[in-house]
């Protein structure tokens, strides 16, 4: 999207209730409606209004695939979802991502939706970026006592730009102390069916994560896309890794009602 | 050279257990990437550079046909010869025959990847000829009678003291007790030997990392010289190159060069930087006599006016492996054949074809760093999903997958009753995990689980939960 098109909307919403679609994303319904919940919180506080649509999956799984026509079936499912929202957010860069990034080229020959595509793309974010950039969102009153380090998604970080953002809202979180572990710019090695298709280079990669993770000595993992840190809590727990995996928006919104991810009700 | 990229996942295991190997991993890609950011870094106008570099190579391949033919009527301008090989097999028939011609006993060569693609040294020495390859890392594998693992830097899998063993072993005639213990031992035994070697060969081969249009010039960067021993000092000087590497101008090069040292090694500029045009002329002082330029295509044109072309942007840096994080992990060989990393994932399958080739467009987790540090911008992640594509529609993917893959697209289709089924399934395995908040093992997750636990969901889905708390239905 060009900038100024960003900044306009910046102008108008700030001073308007946008109405927001949360797509939930399918790791984050299925597994951990926390985050869906901290999601809804946030955009709430940060004066809109928040709609769910009912929704499954964005398609990535079948895109990256190279199954073109299911991906097409369900970014059609999604498209129709989320007409009437002035914004769609997803807690996750990945999901995001493949809306932004991936829908205009899923319909690039399709006359009939390639438009209605770009329109979705240009209107999706991934949360964080959303509340920052376009929300204006400087501070929260959240309050959270650890030492974090955080993980950048590889599809948030370089299909999105986000990397400052979290981290700039994290520093704001009272209690919070932020400390960078060693390559955290490098893949987990989640990959979406990745992980379970070449299980060895998933496995060794996720290994270097969590190393780099427990050298910190950092008490708390945090990311924004559940696929990874599914794969990180699972390793770190594999490992007999006392680290506390949460998704960031929990924390942005000082939900912490659910165990960390990989850890039992006490 | 003999794929065996379809045995990619043993060719994984094999890898991950080769502490050797590991251990000059770890080393190279805290290596790499770091010289490249520091070069990148002092370099403020770099983006822009890569934005001139893909438009440069751009141009050229959509007009490949004329820069190619204006640059061997240039190349026969300077008294130098041009052969085409549209396959591996006709470059080797090529370079044979040239060296026949020549009357050639003994072939020097430059480090070249196009001689490692059409198997050039295998059919040289079948021919009775010896061959003996003057970088210093591709001299190494030669005596250990391996490949390349990386592009430019080929011998990076090895240590200094496998090399030392493999000096000792090999060069006989040396006292055994000598001193091999530094890299400068080495390289100075090395240095010795080929010496003699450059001057005894009848034919030199080099690759080329860029051919000149406007010239008929073709232009290979080392950082040994030796490819300049190679070419200048034997009678006949061939170059053995793929269409691709065809540029309009010298302009052109002198971008594309800018961007090449600092994506490969970080360095500002290579060491040695050589333009050959044509063999020697009437009052030069050294040269070749005869000089010949093969172009070879296998299966490159083929890519043309597809979505696969941009891949011939590549200009062979290597910064797509370097930066890989599955490469860091498996190294060059697991891939199975000349071309690893990101870049071998797109070119491999043209060439070996999507059955043979197709682990390695999947074996990766489209994380991006590639694309990222690409100096010709190529999409490489992008390109892979083509080949997973092409995949697709063929139905050579494992049936596990495809089948998996089919019935989740079809409940996911069907929005309630994938509600509906979510909302079971996830209660079931919430309840199951409730304690524990993990699974050591799960049925059908063997995949996942054989390398770390799997979470347990909280329960209830996020959008049963929130209709209920809404007390609301989707809207």
Request: aromatic share 6%.
């Given at each position: ?19 927001v ?43 990256n ?21 002035d ?38 974010y ?12 400087s501070?929260?009153?959240?309050r ?14 370089r ?15 009272e ?33 270097d ?20 840190l599914?794969n ?35 | ?64 046909d004329?820069?190619l ?141 860029f ?109 797509c492996?370097?930066h ?61 999903r ?56 799960l ?33």
């Amino acid at each position: 999207m060009p900038d100024a098109q960003t900044a306009q909307h910046t102008a108008t919403d700030a001073t308007t209730r946008p109405r927001v679609g949360l797509m939930v994303t399918c790791l984050v319904d299925l597994f951990r409606p926390a985050v869906g919940f901290s999601a809804v919180k946030l955009l709430e506080d940060a004066g809109c209004e928040v709609v769910v649509p009912r929704q499954t999956c964005c398609g990535q799984p079948a895109w990256n695939s190279g199954d073109r026509a299911d991906t097409a079936d369900l970014a059609k499912l999604m498209i129709q979802a989320f007409e009437g929202c002035d914004y769609v957010v997803a807690p996750s860069g990945s999901c995001a991502g493949m809306v932004r990034k991936h829908y205009p080229e899923v319909f690039k020959d399709d006359a009939e939706w390639a438009p209605k595509a770009h329109r979705l793309a240009q209107r999706t974010y991934e949360l964080v970026s959303f509340l920052t950039e376009v929300r204006g969102v400087s501070a929260l009153a959240a309050r959270y006592p650890g030492t974090v380090t955080y993980h950048d998604s590889c599809s948030g970080l370089r299909e999105l730009g986000v990397k400052e953002q979290p981290r700039r809202l994290l520093r704001g979180v009272e209690g919070v102390k932020l400390v960078e572990m060693p390559d955290a710019e490098v893949c987990c090695g989640f990959g979406g069916t990745f992980c379970v298709k070449y299980p060895e280079i998933s496995g060794k990669m996720v290994g270097d994560k969590a190393a780099a993770i427990m050298a910190t000595g950092a008490d708390t993992l945090l990311a924004g896309d559940m696929g990874c840190l599914m794969n990180m809590a699972g390793r770190l727990k594999r490992e007999g890794s006392g680290v506390k995996v949460r998704h960031v928006a929990e924390v942005l919104a000082g939900d912490l009602s659910a165990p960390p991810i990989g850890e039992g009700q006490s | 050279m003999k794929s065996t990229a379809h045995a990619f996942p043993e060719n994984v295991s094999a890898a991950l257990r080769d502490p050797q190997l590991n251990k000059a991993l770890a080393k190279f890609k805290a290596g790499f990437p770091q010289r490249r950011a520091t070069a990148v870094a002092a370099l403020p106008e770099f983006e822009a550079l890569r934005d001139e570099g893909k438009r440069i190579k751009d141009h050229a391949l959509a007009h490949l046909d004329l820069y190619l033919e204006m640059f061997e009527a240039n190349v026969v301008a300077r008294g130098g010869h041009v052969h085409w090989a549209r396959t591996a097999a006709e470059a080797r028939e090529i370079v044979l025959k040239l060296c026949r011609d020549a009357g050639a006993r003994m072939v020097t060569k430059g480090k070249s990847m196009v001689s490692e693609e059409v198997g050039l040294n295998t059919a040289l020495e079948a021919a009775g000829l010896e061959v003996v390859e003057t970088d210093l890392g591709e001299y190494i594998l030669q005596i250990r009678k391996e490949a390349p693992s990386h592009i430019i830097a080929p011998a990076l899998h090895l240590s200094k003291e496998q090399v030392a063993d493999d000096f000792r072993r090999i060069h006989t005639h040396l006292p055994h007790d000598r001193q091999l213990t530094e890299p400068a031992d080495i390289l100075t035994e090395a240095r010795v030997l080929l010496r003699d070697k450059f001057l005894q060969a009848d034919v030199g081969i080099t690759g080329a990392n860029f051919l000149i249009a406007e010239t008929g010039s073709t232009v290979i960067v080392t950082n040994e010289g030796n490819g300049d021993l190679t070419q200048t000092l034997p009678k006949t000087h061939i170059v053995l190159t793929s269409i691709e590497k065809v540029v309009p101008t010298l302009e052109d090069v002198s971008t594309l060069l800018r961007l090449l040292a600092r994506s490969a090694t970080g360095q500002e500029f290579s060491t040695y930087t050589t333009f050959s045009t044509g063999p020697r002329r009437p009052g030069d002082l050294d040269g070749p006599e005869a000089f010949h330029v093969v172009l070879v295509d296998n299966g490159r044109s083929a890519l043309l006016g597809t979505e696969m072309q941009e891949v011939l942007r590549c200009i062979r840096c290597g910064a797509c492996m370097n930066h890989c994080p599955v490469y860091h992990a498996v190294g060059g060989h697991a891939y199975g054949w000349v071309y690893p990393g990101p870049i071998g994932a797109v070119v491999d399958p043209a060439i070996l074809g999507i059955k043979e080739a197709g682990h390695l467009p999947n074996a990766s987790t489209f994380c991006g760093k590639c694309e990222s540090v690409c100096p010709v911008r190529i999409p490489l992640p992008k390109l892979m999903r083509h080949w997973r594509e092409k995949e697709f529609e063929a139905n050579l993917q494992p049936a596990w997958m495809r089948q998996g893959l089919k019935t989740w697209a079809w409940f996911a289709k069907r929005p309630a009753l994938y509600g509906a089924g979510a909302r079971v399934a996830m209660a079931a395995l919430g309840l199951a995990g409730r304690r524990r908040g993990r699974f050591g093992m799960l049925p059908l997750a063997g995949g996942w689980t054989s390398q770390r636990d799997f979470p347990a969901p909280q329960g209830r889905t996020f959008q049963d939960l929130y209709a209920s708390r809404k007390g609301r239905t989707h809207g």
